[in-house]
């Protein structure tokens, strides 16, 4: 068998000791890989001068010289030491890479790769050490370009949020590109306006987005992150954001006019000791957004054409994560005006009840904003409350308009004196028919959307016969703390949400002390803080139940304990606490039916009206009263009961055990009757029937004298 060269015995040939000095000649005198000798004491004996990157580098004259003596722009330290390492050790070092610059290349660094190997005899003795270098100095800056690309791609755009996106973008690029960097963005950018179209000129203040610097290096003075900055006119910031181009500029002190000006922005860069620097507009679909600019003051290399294709590149990007944030904030701004103007203003002050409502906008991550709930409290009819809180799910503008429909669905139905189930029923529907709607009218929405559903608690109270209704679609239950400061659970009928096609749900009845304290809330309410849903309910009855508190403080108290962080979702919290309407603002009678007992109906109506001060009103109640009893002994039969209630409002109530619906018509000119509705309707400010297991009450209700 032929035994290769390399393997075999020492010595050999005249032949192959010419074939050896033939190579060493080759490797020393025309290979592209820088070859090096030293001997034993690290002197270099031997070189190529004519590899690539050290070509005109080196000389004759270095031969003897040490590590730190031939390459002084580099860590001669750090090579010493891999060297005798190899040395001593005999293991060989393998591409390890040295940044530095080499004699009479100017200020430019480079990157070498540079391989070890022990020479030893036949005997074992150390001749010393042989280096292969190679200039890799391109295939580095490439590869600390890929690593910039993929650093941007890491962190720009992990937020919905202007600023940040900016820092993040400066966070990108130093210090794998720059020294430091700035990023400003136009003010109107930041209010989420719409960026002006076209090219932009210095009347369009801008503000200090963000800013990054590489450690060690401190510059003092200059624009603060959320200061105002202006770019002087005839520099290349200005030109940037006049023609959208990115500018390199690889050497300040070859720059022109500019530089020479005493404009801050000007004086600090020389300050600094900024010697290249380039300036890249953010721009998206041809407007402006903003400026970044990269400094180099460190490095002694400037800037060239490829590190400004890479910073246009992750500029770029990043003016489309600003530009989306922009947009996001401003749909957000949108859709919370849209909630708050769909929410109740001050609440009026029913003596049914005594209300603290607390509402707490959400902070949802990667979403539209405002969300879909809300809290409602509607006078109803016979002095009685309703106390509504729901909840759309989602977030944004639709979330926030379907509440708005639902929530003006409510006050619509309870004004038809509908019961809470009822309420909950129509509801259904009417999410039933919006979700098919909206499924007709955007075919095309993606398949991960979140189908149309809401939840909600509603509660009616009748502060006369103290008696509380509640009814609930998939929401959480009420808590009720009774006057003695216990809390009691409510064993309501869960329901499911509205628009899952439920059956019918169903209500829950009990009679309540004067001064319950009723707490309806989100869901959201329980779960945000790191407290479970029952430890969570706990704390909140807790909050409800301190002796001292007004409600209102005792609301507060309860998002204090509760909510330790802004939440996610909006959160509400409507505390209420009953009150009773006793003898001295409602009065009763009950008469046979019988024609003969309107004019005494009509005395008690006036006695008792003159009782309560209201002699303004005897006019128009005695009417009202004549014709409500009159239509009750004449269509229903039966008992007929009268009750006037003196609240914020006079109402007037008769009732009979007839379910027969009374209706509103024009009596014509010779029709001897049908007038009694129309007078009723014309002299009071609001009337509507209701109906009871037991029949139906017409009522109608007037304003107070004072309020007229």
Not at 225 to 243: C, I, M
Not at 283 to 307: C, E, I, S
Not at 321 to 333: K, L, Q
Request: hydrophobic content about 40%; proline content about 7%; aromatic content about 4%.
């Amino acid at each position: 068998m032929d035994v290769p060269r390399g393997d075999g015995p020492p010595g050999g040939t005249d032949g192959d000791r010419a074939t050896d000095t033939a190579l060493l000649n080759a490797l020393f005198g025309q290979s592209p890989v820088g070859l090096f000798v030293f001997d034993p004491s690290l002197r270099l004996v031997r070189f190529n001068p004519a590899a690539k990157g050290i070509r005109g580098v080196l000389d004759a004259g270095m031969l003897g010289q040490r590590v730190a003596e031939i390459a002084p722009g580099f860590d001669a330290g750090a090579l010493e030491a891999a060297a005798r390492r190899v040395l001593g050790t005999g293991e060989p070092l393998l591409e390890a890479e040295y940044r530095g610059t080499l004699p009479g290349r100017g200020r430019r660094t480079r990157t070498l790769s540079v391989s070890m190997l022990r020479l030893t005899d036949q005997r074992g003795t150390v001749l010393g050490l042989a280096a292969a270098v190679v200039d890799v100095t391109e295939r580095s800056r490439a590869r600390s370009r890929m690593d910039v690309l993929a650093r941007a791609g890491a962190l720009v755009g992990s937020s919905l949020d202007v600023a940040r996106t900016a820092q993040e973008l400066a966070d990108a690029l130093v210090p794998g590109l720059a020294d430091a960097v700035t990023v400003d963005v136009l003010d109107s950018v930041f209010r989420s306006d719409a960026p002006p179209p076209g090219p932009i000129d210095e009347r369009f203040p801008l503000r200090r987005a963000a800013f990054r610097t590489a450690s060690g290096w401190r510059v003092q003075g200059g624009v603060a992150v959320g200061e105002e900055s202006h770019f002087p006119f005839s520099t290349p910031f200005a030109q940037s954001l006049a023609d959208l181009r990115p500018r390199l500029v690889a050497d300040l002190a070859e720059a022109g006019a500019w530089m020479s000006s005493d404009t801050d922005r000007v004086r600090l860069i020389r300050d600094a000791g900024v010697h290249t620097l380039m300036v890249v507009p953010l721009t998206t679909g041809g407007v402006v957004l903003g400026l970044a600019v990269l400094y180099r003051a460190q490095r002694a290399d400037p800037f060239d054409q490829d590190d400004l294709t890479l910073a246009h590149e992750v500029v770029t990007r990043a003016a489309l994560s600003i530009d989306n944030a922009r947009r996001y904030v401003r749909e957000r701004t949108v859709a919370s005006v849209l909630q708050r103007s769909l929410l109740p203003g001050p609440l009026s002050t029913p003596t049914a009840v005594e209300t603290a409502p607390c509402y707490i906008p959400g902070t949802p991550n990667g979403s539209a904003g405002a969300g879909g709930t809300w809290y409602d409290v509607i006078a109803v009819s016979g002095a009685r409350v309703a106390l509504v809180v729901g909840e759309v799910a989602g977030h944004g503008l639709q979330a926030a308009a379907t509440m708005g429909q639902l929530r003006a669905a409510i006050q619509s139905l309870f004004s038809l004196d509908l019961a809470p189930e009822e309420v909950l029923a129509r509801l259904e529907d009417l999410v039933a028919a919006m979700a098919d709607e909206q499924s007709r009218t955007a075919p095309a929405e993606p398949p991960d959307r979140q189908p149309l559903s809401a939840t909600c608690t509603l509660v009616v109270y009748d502060p006369v016969s103290r008696r509380c209704t509640i009814s609930r679609a998939g929401h959480p239950a009420p808590l009720l703390v009774g006057p003695d400061g216990r809390p009691q659970p409510l064993d309501t009928p869960a329901g499911r949400p509205l628009g899952a096609n439920a059956l019918p749900v169903e209500a829950t009845s009990l009679d309540l002390p004067e001064g319950t304290v009723l707490a309806l809330y989100t869901g959201g309410l329980l779960s945000a803080g790191p407290a479970g849903p029952q430890e969570s309910l706990t704390r909140l009855a807790e909050a409800v139940t301190h002796p001292g508190r007004t409600l209102a403080q005792a609301c507060d108290a309860a998002i204090y304990a509760l909510l330790p962080q802004r939440p996610v979702d909006d959160t509400v919290l409507l505390l209420a606490r009953t009150r009773v309407l006793d003898t001295r603002h409602v009065a009763a009678l009950t008469v046979q039916p019988e024609f003969s007992v309107v004019a005494r109906c009509r005395t008690w109506a006036v006695d008792q009206l003159t009782r309560w001060g209201l002699e303004d009103l005897v006019p128009s109640t005695e009417l009202i009263v004549s014709e409500l009893v009159t239509n009750a002994i004449r269509h229903a039969g039966g008992d007929v009961r009268v009750r006037l209630i003196h609240d914020l409002s006079l109402t007037c109530e008769v009732s009979d055990g007839h379910t027969t619906a009374p209706h509103l018509r024009h009596a014509r000119a010779g029709d001897e009757g049908g007038r009694g509705l129309f007078l009723v309707a014309a002299l009071s400010r609001a009337w509507g029937t209701r109906y009871s297991p037991g029949g139906k009450t017409i009522w109608a209700e007037q304003d107070l004298p004072s309020e007229l």
